[in-house]
Structure formats: structure tokens, C-alpha cells
């Protein structure tokens, strides 16, 4: 089964800072990346942590605390094709990816 | 480059059919996987390769084979065709090192009747 939360929705406006949480458990743990998925559209490779702290990207930025098995996704300067699900996976190792549910995020005007 | 390319991307089967899912990709990546995604929930791993030759199983192998014959094509085969198969199947690939992440295919939306 899963072993990644997420909260299942996140709403926000326009220009606005969003952070959509992830916890993991911590067996067989090697790193934490996201991706977004629009709906109809295929899962794309947003960011990867494989240590502790922030990695940012334009936009979007990825944090993770391993002593905490916890990570978020932050999103700033929200804009309304940012609309999608996001979707937190695991590193099992061997490059083996393990998907939370994801959390639906919502950008309204 | 292509990428990655899954077909079909669509297909109704009767329960008892068998099928195969084909995905290739032109990247000479050596990592595959295939994930299954339904409404409301996540990708599942069902299978993935860590080079030709090699495979193992994911979190929900039951009905599915694979097989790695090449470094380009990771078949996704399903044996017999049941309901609880209809889902819309993603495969994808990476070089090593998920720093890169993995590049997903546009998937195959199969329906089991």
C-alpha cells in the first residue's frame, strides 16, 4: 500500500504562496521527489531531495527533513496553469519509485 | 528523440483476453517502469527493470509479466483480462539517479469489460 500522505486538496488565488506537505515512512528510504500531473495529461519530474534542505527552482522550490521523514512542495507566485495534482514518490532504491495519492490544487482567479 | 512512447492509447478488452502493452523509448535510459493509475489514488508500481535482462516486481505484480529484451522496449503483458485491470497504464524510464527523474509516457487508457 501507500506509504506517502498527502492532503488530498489544496485551494488558493492567483499570486498567492501555497505548500502542499508530504510525510513517508522511513524503511527504505533514499529521497523524495514531486511531480505534477495535469488531469488527462502524464505525470512530469518536478524536483528531487535526495539530502536535507531546500532545492528550489524558479517557482517552485522542495524541502526535506529526514529526522522528520516529512518534505513539502512550495509554489510561489501561483498562476492559474499551476491548476494540477502533485504527487509526492518515494526513492525505494534501484530507482524505484514509491507514489503518495497526491494533492489536488486548485488556483482560482 | 521521442522519448517515451506507449501504445496503444486506448483499448476495450473482454474479461480473459490477453494483451500486451508496448513502451519504448529512444533515450537509452536504463531504468523502466510500468505504474497502473486509478481514479482517486496514485501510481502503483507494478513492475520495473534495472537494465536489460532484468526485472522485478513492484507493489501490485498480480496478472501482469514484463519482460527487458532490449534496452529500448519494456513490454507490460497482461495474461488475462480482468475489471479490476481497468486503469490507465504509465510507463516510464530514467538514466540513473533519480536527480533527473523519470520521464513518463502519455499512457494507455484500458478498459476491461
Known amino acids: 500500500g501507500q506509504s506517502l500522505e498527502q492532503p488530498s486538496e489544496v485551494t488558493a488565488v492567483e499570486g498567492a504562496i501555497v505548500q502542499i506537505n508530504c510525510t513517508y515512512q522511513t524503511s527504505g528510504f533514499y529521497g523524495l521527489s514531486w511531480y505534477q500531473q495535469h488531469d488527462g495529461g502524464a505525470p512530469t519530474f518536478l524536483s528531487y531531495?535526495?539530502?536535507?534542505g531546500l532545492e528550489e527552482t524558479g517557482r517552485f522550490s522542495s524541502f526535506l527533513s529526514r529526522s522528520d521523514s516529512y518534505g513539502y512542495l512550495l509554489l510561489q507566485e501561483l498562476q492559474m496553469k499551476d491548476s494540477a495534482s502533485y504527487f509526492c514518490?518515494?526513492?525505494?532504491?534501484?530507482?524505484?519509485?514509491?507514489f503518495g495519492t497526491g494533492t489536488r490544487l486548485l488556483v482560482s482567479p | 528523440n521521442a522519448g517515451v512512447t506507449q501504445t496503444p492509447k486506448f483499448q476495450v478488452l473482454k474479461t480473459g483476453q490477453s494483451m500486451t502493452l508496448q513502451c519504448a523509448q529512444d533515450?537509452?535510459?536504463?531504468?523502466m517502469s510500468w505504474y497502473r493509475q486509478d481514479p482517486g489514488m496514485g501510481l502503483r508500481l507494478i513492475h520495473y527493470s534495472v537494465g536489460a535482462g532484468i526485472t522485478d516486481q513492484g507493489e501490485v505484480p498480480n496478472g501482469y509479466n514484463v519482460s527487458r529484451s532490449t534496452t529500448e522496449d519494456f513490454p507490460l503483458r497482461l495474461l488475462s483480462a480482468a475489471p479490476s485491470q481497468t486503469s490507465v497504464y504509465f510507463c516510464?524510464?530514467?538514466?540513473?539517479?533519480?536527480?533527473?527523474?523519470?520521464?513518463f509516457g502519455s499512457g494507455t487508457r484500458l478498459t476491461v469489460v
Open positions: 516510464a524510464s530514467t538514466t540513473g539517479g533519480l536527480v533527473g527523474g523519470y520521464t
Open positions: 531531495n535526495g539530502l536535507d
Open positions: 533515450m537509452n535510459h536504463e531504468y
Open positions: 514518490a518515494k526513492d525505494g532504491g534501484f530507482q524505484k519509485l514509491v
